[in-house]
């Protein structure tokens, strides 16, 4: 499926809120001035709420899958609007999808 390319200017949180942190190891392929991320990122969670009954149980990172099919940089493929990423609390368990806020509309890719 085709989408616009994420990039470190994209904005991404975890599904009650917190910030995602998009840094990535691409110093190759930019858009508009920012490096693309890649599906190979893990992006750290800053200020999750989330708690399960009186246990707080913050969303950490987002680890991604569904990057590009047809392109890839330095051999991994690139995250777009269509990406999944999964919240992944402290002890592992996925809490739910990361919300893609807005992206680059500048270039797309399948």
Known sequence: MPGNLLTMTSRVQCPHGGFVLLITSNTHIFVSGAPVL?????????????????????????EWTAGTTKMTIGGQAALMQSSIGKCINAEGAPQGLAIIASTQPQVSSV
């Open 38 to 62: 890649l599906q190979s990122d893990i992006h750290p969670v800053l200020g999750c709420p989330f708690t399960i009954g009186p246990k707080y149980s913050p969303c950490i990172r987002v």
